[in-house]
Protein backbone atom coordinates (compact mmCIF):
# COMPACT_ATOMS: atom_id res chain seq x y z
CA UNK A 1 0.00 0.00 0.00
CA UNK A 2 0.66 3.81 -0.44
CA UNK A 3 2.12 6.65 1.46
CA UNK A 4 -0.01 9.56 1.43
CA UNK A 5 1.55 12.70 2.62
CA UNK A 6 -0.43 15.53 4.51
CA UNK A 7 1.54 19.01 4.80
CA UNK A 8 0.74 22.56 5.19
CA UNK A 9 0.74 25.01 2.13
CA UNK A 10 1.34 28.39 4.16
CA UNK A 11 3.28 29.52 6.52
CA UNK A 12 1.95 26.85 9.42
CA UNK A 13 -1.16 26.70 12.04
CA UNK A 14 -3.48 25.47 8.29
CA UNK A 15 -5.15 22.89 10.54
CA UNK A 16 -3.21 19.68 9.79
CA UNK A 17 -3.70 18.46 12.93
CA UNK A 18 -7.25 18.66 12.58
CA UNK A 19 -7.67 17.34 9.36
CA UNK A 20 -5.01 13.83 10.53
CA UNK A 21 -7.10 13.11 13.08
CA UNK A 22 -10.38 13.06 10.61
CA UNK A 23 -8.38 11.14 8.00
CA UNK A 24 -6.91 8.78 10.60
CA UNK A 25 -9.67 5.93 10.54
CA UNK A 26 -8.99 5.04 7.42
CA UNK A 27 -4.73 4.60 8.25
CA UNK A 28 -2.90 1.90 10.05
CA UNK A 29 0.05 4.28 10.88
CA UNK A 30 0.31 8.15 11.10
CA UNK A 31 3.82 9.10 11.20
CA UNK A 32 5.46 12.95 12.05
CA UNK A 33 8.29 13.52 9.18
CA UNK A 34 10.21 16.20 10.72
CA UNK A 35 9.80 19.50 13.15
CA UNK A 36 9.55 19.04 17.01
CA UNK A 37 8.13 21.00 20.05
CA UNK A 38 7.67 24.23 17.88
CA UNK A 39 4.50 22.68 16.10
CA UNK A 40 1.31 22.75 17.78
CA UNK A 41 -1.25 20.79 16.44
CA UNK A 42 -4.51 21.09 17.89
CA UNK A 43 -8.04 18.43 17.79
CA UNK A 44 -11.31 19.47 18.63
CA UNK A 45 -13.88 16.75 19.59
CA UNK A 46 -16.29 16.15 21.74
CA UNK A 47 -16.01 19.82 22.45
CA UNK A 48 -12.89 19.49 24.54
CA UNK A 49 -9.34 20.99 22.83
CA UNK A 50 -6.04 18.84 22.29
CA UNK A 51 -2.94 20.17 21.59
CA UNK A 52 -0.41 17.77 20.34
CA UNK A 53 3.34 19.42 19.80
CA UNK A 54 5.22 15.96 19.00
CA UNK A 55 3.20 13.50 19.55
CA UNK A 56 1.46 12.14 16.14
CA UNK A 57 -2.21 13.27 15.77
CA UNK A 58 -3.62 9.83 15.27
CA UNK A 59 -2.85 9.25 18.85
CA UNK A 60 -6.90 9.48 19.82
CA UNK A 61 -7.17 6.08 17.74
CA UNK A 62 -6.23 3.22 19.47
CA UNK A 63 -6.06 1.00 16.07
CA UNK A 64 -3.50 3.28 14.92
CA UNK A 65 0.34 3.02 15.01
CA UNK A 66 1.78 6.80 15.76
CA UNK A 67 5.65 6.99 14.16
CA UNK A 68 7.85 9.77 15.68
CA UNK A 69 10.50 9.57 12.18
CA UNK A 70 14.20 10.07 12.25
CA UNK A 71 13.74 13.72 11.01
CA UNK A 72 12.09 15.29 14.06
CA UNK A 73 13.95 16.60 16.83
CA UNK A 74 12.83 15.62 20.35
CA UNK A 75 12.27 17.28 23.86
CA UNK A 76 12.60 14.73 26.22
CA UNK A 77 10.74 17.17 28.44
CA UNK A 78 8.06 18.32 26.47
CA UNK A 79 7.04 14.69 25.30
CA UNK A 80 6.94 13.23 28.86
CA UNK A 81 4.96 16.46 29.55
CA UNK A 82 2.60 15.96 26.85
CA UNK A 83 2.05 11.65 27.42
CA UNK A 84 1.36 12.33 30.67
CA UNK A 85 -1.33 14.62 29.88
CA UNK A 86 -2.23 12.31 27.39
CA UNK A 87 -2.79 9.69 30.17
CA UNK A 88 -4.45 12.21 32.36
CA UNK A 89 -7.50 12.13 29.97
CA UNK A 90 -7.25 8.22 29.69
CA UNK A 91 -5.65 7.95 26.30
CA UNK A 92 -3.88 4.32 26.36
CA UNK A 93 -0.93 5.05 23.75
CA UNK A 94 1.55 2.73 25.34
CA UNK A 95 1.17 0.25 23.01
CA UNK A 96 0.92 2.07 19.84
CA UNK A 97 3.68 4.98 19.83
CA UNK A 98 6.96 4.27 18.30
CA UNK A 99 10.03 6.55 18.41
CA UNK A 100 13.03 6.56 16.09
CA UNK A 101 16.30 5.74 17.62
CA UNK A 102 17.88 8.24 14.83
CA UNK A 103 15.27 11.45 16.08
CA UNK A 104 17.23 14.02 17.07
CA UNK A 105 17.25 15.26 20.66
CA UNK A 106 16.85 18.37 21.91
CA UNK A 107 19.10 19.55 25.44
CA UNK A 108 18.35 22.41 27.80
CA UNK A 109 21.44 23.91 25.81
CA UNK A 110 20.15 24.47 22.62
CA UNK A 111 17.29 26.12 23.73
CA UNK A 112 19.28 28.74 26.15
CA UNK A 113 21.64 29.02 22.26
CA UNK A 114 18.19 29.49 20.62
CA UNK A 115 17.26 32.39 23.10
CA UNK A 116 21.11 33.97 22.29
CA UNK A 117 20.97 33.46 19.21
CA UNK A 118 17.32 35.28 18.72
CA UNK A 119 18.55 38.23 20.99
CA UNK A 120 21.69 38.54 18.88
CA UNK A 121 20.09 38.98 15.96
CA UNK A 122 18.22 42.45 17.55
CA UNK A 123 15.68 44.21 14.80
CA UNK A 124 16.31 40.86 12.52
CA UNK A 125 15.26 38.51 14.67
CA UNK A 126 13.34 35.25 12.23
CA UNK A 127 10.38 34.70 14.90
CA UNK A 128 12.02 32.03 16.72
CA UNK A 129 9.79 29.87 19.07
CA UNK A 130 13.32 29.22 21.08
CA UNK A 131 12.28 25.84 21.70
CA UNK A 132 15.61 24.65 20.53
CA UNK A 133 15.09 24.04 17.61
CA UNK A 134 17.59 25.33 15.46
CA UNK A 135 20.44 24.84 17.14
CA UNK A 136 19.21 21.05 17.25
CA UNK A 137 19.35 20.87 13.33
CA UNK A 138 22.57 22.62 13.41
CA UNK A 139 24.39 19.69 15.72
CA UNK A 140 22.75 17.76 13.52
CA UNK A 141 24.23 18.72 10.35
CA UNK A 142 27.54 19.37 12.08
CA UNK A 143 27.51 16.34 12.96
CA UNK A 144 27.65 16.59 16.68
CA UNK A 145 23.93 16.14 17.89
CA UNK A 146 22.56 13.53 19.93
CA UNK A 147 20.20 10.74 18.83
CA UNK A 148 17.39 9.24 20.89
CA UNK A 149 19.17 6.29 20.21
CA UNK A 150 21.99 7.72 22.37
CA UNK A 151 20.28 7.52 25.78
CA UNK A 152 20.54 3.41 25.83
CA UNK A 153 24.41 3.96 25.65
CA UNK A 154 26.24 4.13 29.03
CA UNK A 155 28.08 6.80 28.03
CA UNK A 156 25.24 8.55 27.31
CA UNK A 157 25.95 11.47 30.11
CA UNK A 158 29.53 11.77 29.30
CA UNK A 159 28.52 12.63 25.34
CA UNK A 160 26.04 15.15 26.96
CA UNK A 161 28.73 16.60 28.79
CA UNK A 162 30.65 17.07 25.82
CA UNK A 163 27.70 18.68 24.22
CA UNK A 164 27.02 21.07 26.40
CA UNK A 165 30.37 22.03 26.76
CA UNK A 166 30.90 23.06 23.02
CA UNK A 167 27.59 25.07 23.61
CA UNK A 168 29.02 26.67 26.42
CA UNK A 169 32.05 27.05 24.35
CA UNK A 170 29.59 29.30 21.30
CA UNK A 171 27.50 30.74 24.14
CA UNK A 172 30.73 32.67 25.10
CA UNK A 173 31.39 33.94 21.56
CA UNK A 174 28.59 36.13 22.93
CA UNK A 175 29.88 36.64 26.34
CA UNK A 176 27.81 34.99 28.06
CA UNK A 177 27.31 31.74 30.05
CA UNK A 178 24.51 28.72 30.04
CA UNK A 179 22.15 28.90 33.00
CA UNK A 180 20.71 25.60 32.44
CA UNK A 181 21.61 23.62 35.58
CA UNK A 182 17.60 24.26 36.76
CA UNK A 183 16.45 22.59 33.57
CA UNK A 184 19.25 19.62 34.26
CA UNK A 185 17.37 17.75 36.68
CA UNK A 186 14.08 17.77 34.25
CA UNK A 187 15.83 16.81 31.84
CA UNK A 188 17.87 13.57 32.92
CA UNK A 189 13.88 12.85 34.46
CA UNK A 190 12.27 12.99 31.35
CA UNK A 191 15.83 10.64 29.88
CA UNK A 192 15.01 8.24 31.85
CA UNK A 193 11.34 8.11 31.14
CA UNK A 194 12.30 8.24 27.32
CA UNK A 195 14.25 5.16 27.77
CA UNK A 196 11.06 3.10 28.64
CA UNK A 197 9.41 3.72 25.42
CA UNK A 198 9.28 1.93 22.22
CA UNK A 199 12.51 3.19 20.77
CA UNK A 200 13.37 1.52 17.95
CA UNK A 201 14.64 2.04 13.90
CA UNK A 202 11.55 3.07 12.64
CA UNK A 203 12.66 3.16 8.98
CA UNK A 204 12.11 -0.61 9.54
CA UNK A 205 9.47 -0.72 10.81
CA UNK A 206 7.73 1.57 8.34
CA UNK A 207 9.02 -0.30 5.59
CA UNK A 208 7.82 -3.88 7.20
CA UNK A 209 4.25 -2.04 7.46
CA UNK A 210 3.91 -1.34 3.52
CA UNK A 211 5.16 -4.90 2.94
CA UNK A 212 2.14 -6.08 4.86
CA UNK A 213 -0.13 -3.67 2.98
CA UNK A 214 -0.54 -1.14 5.65
CA UNK A 215 -1.90 2.22 4.88
CA UNK A 216 0.67 4.88 6.46
CA UNK A 217 -0.18 8.87 6.50
CA UNK A 218 2.50 10.94 7.01
CA UNK A 219 2.31 13.94 8.73
CA UNK A 220 4.03 17.27 8.32
CA UNK A 221 4.69 20.24 10.73
CA UNK A 222 4.65 23.97 9.99
CA UNK A 223 3.99 25.19 6.53
CA UNK A 224 5.29 25.03 2.93
CA UNK A 225 6.73 28.50 2.52
CA UNK A 226 8.69 27.85 6.28
CA UNK A 227 10.83 24.80 4.41
CA UNK A 228 14.69 25.56 4.95
CA UNK A 229 15.16 25.87 1.01
CA UNK A 230 11.95 26.70 -0.65
CA UNK A 231 10.50 29.13 1.76
CA UNK A 232 10.77 32.80 2.96
CA UNK A 233 14.44 32.20 3.73
CA UNK A 234 15.90 33.30 6.10
CA UNK A 235 12.60 33.30 8.02
CA UNK A 236 12.50 29.87 7.78
CA UNK A 237 12.20 26.72 9.88
CA UNK A 238 15.28 24.50 9.79
CA UNK A 239 13.85 21.49 8.34
CA UNK A 240 12.46 19.97 4.67
CA UNK A 241 8.68 20.83 5.65
CA UNK A 242 7.24 20.01 2.00
CA UNK A 243 6.05 16.50 1.07
CA UNK A 244 9.87 15.55 -0.35
CA UNK A 245 10.77 15.90 3.38
CA UNK A 246 8.51 12.68 4.19
CA UNK A 247 10.74 9.89 2.40
CA UNK A 248 14.33 11.38 4.03
CA UNK A 249 12.16 12.14 7.56
CA UNK A 250 10.69 8.57 7.13
CA UNK A 251 13.01 6.17 5.39
CA UNK A 252 10.41 5.71 2.82
CA UNK A 253 11.26 5.71 -0.99
CA UNK A 254 9.74 8.36 -3.45
CA UNK A 255 7.78 5.44 -5.01
CA UNK A 256 5.71 4.97 -2.27
CA UNK A 257 4.35 8.40 -2.12
CA UNK A 258 0.86 8.44 -3.47
CA UNK A 259 -1.65 11.16 -2.81
CA UNK A 260 -0.36 14.51 -1.32
CA UNK A 261 -3.39 16.38 1.02
CA UNK A 262 -2.47 20.47 0.60
CA UNK A 263 -4.04 22.11 3.40
CA UNK A 264 -4.97 25.85 3.67
CA UNK A 265 -7.26 28.49 5.11
CA UNK A 266 -9.79 29.91 3.30
CA UNK A 267 -7.42 33.19 4.40
CA UNK A 268 -3.45 33.74 5.38
CA UNK A 269 -1.96 34.06 8.66
CA UNK A 270 1.95 33.87 9.56
CA UNK A 271 3.57 33.71 13.20
CA UNK A 272 6.77 35.75 13.83
CA UNK A 273 9.24 37.77 11.44
CA UNK A 274 9.35 37.56 7.59
CA UNK A 275 7.37 38.69 4.66
CA UNK A 276 3.65 38.54 4.21
CA UNK A 277 2.59 40.23 0.62
CA UNK A 278 -1.20 40.19 1.89
CA UNK A 279 -1.10 40.85 5.42
CA UNK A 280 -3.72 42.84 7.03
CA UNK A 281 -3.07 45.52 9.51
CA UNK A 282 -5.94 47.26 9.46
CA UNK A 283 -9.68 46.30 11.54
CA UNK A 284 -10.60 43.91 9.14
CA UNK A 285 -7.04 42.06 9.74
CA UNK A 286 -8.43 42.18 13.83
CA UNK A 287 -11.82 40.82 12.46
CA UNK A 288 -10.19 37.98 11.36
CA UNK A 289 -7.66 37.26 14.06
CA UNK A 290 -10.81 37.43 16.53
CA UNK A 291 -12.67 35.24 13.84
CA UNK A 292 -10.66 32.75 13.90
CA UNK A 293 -9.01 32.75 16.95
CA UNK A 294 -5.53 33.37 15.96
CA UNK A 295 -3.03 32.85 18.29
CA UNK A 296 -0.27 30.65 18.19
CA UNK A 297 -1.16 27.15 20.11
CA UNK A 298 2.53 26.89 20.70
CA UNK A 299 3.82 30.21 21.71
CA UNK A 300 0.42 32.04 22.52
CA UNK A 301 1.68 34.96 19.90
CA UNK A 302 -1.13 36.86 18.01
CA UNK A 303 -0.97 35.49 14.35
CA UNK A 304 0.00 38.06 11.94
CA UNK A 305 -3.75 37.74 9.58
CA UNK A 306 -4.03 38.37 5.40
CA UNK A 307 -6.46 37.57 2.78
CA UNK A 308 -5.63 34.36 0.66
CA UNK A 309 -2.02 34.35 -1.13
CA UNK A 310 -2.89 32.50 -4.56
CA UNK A 311 0.59 33.07 -5.96
CA UNK A 312 2.14 31.53 -3.02
CA UNK A 313 -0.10 28.72 -2.97
CA UNK A 314 0.49 28.08 -6.62
CA UNK A 315 4.19 27.57 -5.57
CA UNK A 316 3.72 25.42 -2.75
CA UNK A 317 1.19 23.35 -4.48
CA UNK A 318 3.97 22.50 -7.26
CA UNK A 319 6.76 21.78 -5.11
CA UNK A 320 4.34 19.08 -3.72
CA UNK A 321 2.71 17.42 -5.90
CA UNK A 322 -0.66 18.40 -4.44
CA UNK A 323 -3.50 16.08 -5.34
CA UNK A 324 -6.38 17.52 -2.98
CA UNK A 325 -6.84 20.95 -1.41
CA UNK A 326 -8.73 20.73 1.96
CA UNK A 327 -9.64 24.33 2.96
CA UNK A 328 -9.83 25.05 6.71
CA UNK A 329 -11.49 27.71 8.54
CA UNK A 330 -14.61 28.59 5.96
CA UNK A 331 -16.09 29.82 8.71
CA UNK A 332 -14.14 32.50 9.86
CA UNK A 333 -15.05 34.46 6.87
CA UNK A 334 -19.07 33.88 7.72
CA UNK A 335 -19.42 37.93 8.23
CA UNK A 336 -17.73 39.34 5.55
CA UNK A 337 -20.00 40.91 2.52
CA UNK A 338 -16.64 40.73 0.31
CA UNK A 339 -13.91 38.39 0.31
CA UNK A 340 -10.80 39.27 -1.27
CA UNK A 341 -8.27 36.59 -2.98
CA UNK A 342 -5.09 37.72 -4.21
CA UNK A 343 -4.46 36.25 -7.97
CA UNK A 344 -1.03 38.35 -9.12
CA UNK A 345 1.50 40.26 -7.69
CA UNK A 346 2.83 43.52 -9.09
CA UNK A 347 6.53 44.47 -9.49
CA UNK A 348 8.80 47.41 -8.56
CA UNK A 349 8.78 47.31 -12.64
CA UNK A 350 5.26 47.92 -13.19
CA UNK A 351 5.05 44.31 -14.40
CA UNK A 352 2.80 41.72 -13.04
CA UNK A 353 2.79 38.24 -12.49
CA UNK A 354 1.10 35.15 -10.71
CA UNK A 355 4.00 33.47 -9.40
CA UNK A 356 6.10 33.45 -5.89
CA UNK A 357 9.43 35.61 -6.48
CA UNK A 358 12.38 35.31 -5.08
CA UNK A 359 12.01 35.82 -0.84
CA UNK A 360 13.95 38.66 -1.00
CA UNK A 361 11.69 40.68 -3.11
CA UNK A 362 8.27 39.56 -1.86
CA UNK A 363 8.89 43.08 0.25
CA UNK A 364 8.48 45.44 -2.21
CA UNK A 365 5.77 43.62 -4.05
CA UNK A 366 2.17 45.04 -4.26
CA UNK A 367 -1.00 41.94 -4.26
CA UNK A 368 -3.12 42.74 -7.16
CA UNK A 369 -6.57 41.32 -5.74
CA UNK A 370 -10.18 40.17 -7.03
CA UNK A 371 -13.55 40.68 -4.72
CA UNK A 372 -15.87 37.96 -4.56
CA UNK A 373 -19.16 38.13 -2.53
CA UNK A 374 -19.37 36.44 0.76
CA UNK A 375 -21.77 34.17 1.93
CA UNK A 376 -23.17 35.53 4.89
CA UNK A 377 -24.29 32.48 6.53
CA UNK A 378 -23.36 30.21 9.57
CA UNK A 379 -21.72 27.53 8.08
CA UNK A 380 -21.28 26.05 11.39
CA UNK A 381 -24.68 24.96 11.30
CA UNK A 382 -24.02 22.98 7.62
CA UNK A 383 -23.22 19.41 7.43
CA UNK A 384 -23.62 18.45 3.94
CA UNK A 385 -21.74 20.05 0.74
CA UNK A 386 -24.86 20.28 -0.87
CA UNK A 387 -25.98 23.07 2.00
CA UNK A 388 -23.02 25.32 0.89
CA UNK A 389 -24.80 28.78 0.15
CA UNK A 390 -23.80 29.25 -4.00
CA UNK A 391 -21.25 32.16 -2.57
CA UNK A 392 -19.17 29.76 -0.90
CA UNK A 393 -19.50 27.41 -3.77
CA UNK A 394 -18.40 30.02 -6.36
CA UNK A 395 -15.44 30.52 -3.76
CA UNK A 396 -14.49 27.12 -3.95
CA UNK A 397 -15.10 26.60 -7.68
CA UNK A 398 -12.54 30.25 -7.93
CA UNK A 399 -10.10 28.36 -6.18
CA UNK A 400 -9.97 24.97 -8.31
CA UNK A 401 -9.98 26.81 -11.56
CA UNK A 402 -6.69 28.90 -10.34
CA UNK A 403 -4.91 26.52 -8.63
CA UNK A 404 -5.85 23.49 -10.53
CA UNK A 405 -6.69 21.80 -7.83
CA UNK A 406 -9.78 19.72 -6.61
CA UNK A 407 -10.95 21.23 -3.11
CA UNK A 408 -11.87 17.92 -1.21
CA UNK A 409 -12.48 18.68 2.40
CA UNK A 410 -13.59 22.38 3.54
CA UNK A 411 -13.58 22.68 7.37
CA UNK A 412 -16.26 24.78 8.90
CA UNK A 413 -15.56 24.48 12.58
CA UNK A 414 -12.65 23.70 14.86
CA UNK A 415 -14.91 20.18 16.11
CA UNK A 416 -13.72 16.90 14.20
CA UNK A 417 -17.74 16.66 13.22
CA UNK A 418 -17.52 19.92 11.02
CA UNK A 419 -15.71 19.09 8.01
CA UNK A 420 -17.33 18.48 4.95
CA UNK A 421 -16.10 16.30 2.31
CA UNK A 422 -16.98 17.20 -1.33
Known sequence: MPVDVLIGLQWGDEGKGKIVDVLAPTYDVVARFQGGPNAGHTLTFDGIKHVLHQVPSGIFHPHILNVVGNGVVLDPVVFRQELQKLTDRGVDWAQNLYISKKAQLILPSHRALDRLHEEARGSTKIGSTLKGIGPTYQDKIGRTGLRVGHVLLPDFEERYREAVAQHAATAGHYHRTLDIAAEEAEFFVAVGFLRTLQLTDTEFLLNDLLRQGKRILAEGAQGSLLDIDFGTYPYVTSSSTIAAGACTGLGIAPRHIDKV?????????????????????????????????EFGSTTGR??????????????????????????MKADVLDGFAE???????????????????????????????????????????????????????????????????????VSVGPDRVSTILR
Not at 303 to 309: V, Y
Open 339 to 409: IKACTHYRLPTGATTPHLPDPGQLQDVVPEYVTLPGWHSDLTQLSAAADFPAPLQAYLAFLETELQVPVRI
Open 302 to 327: PRRTGWIDLPALRYAIMLNGVTELHL
Open 261 to 293: YGITKAYCTRVGSGPFPTELTDAVGEQIRQAGR
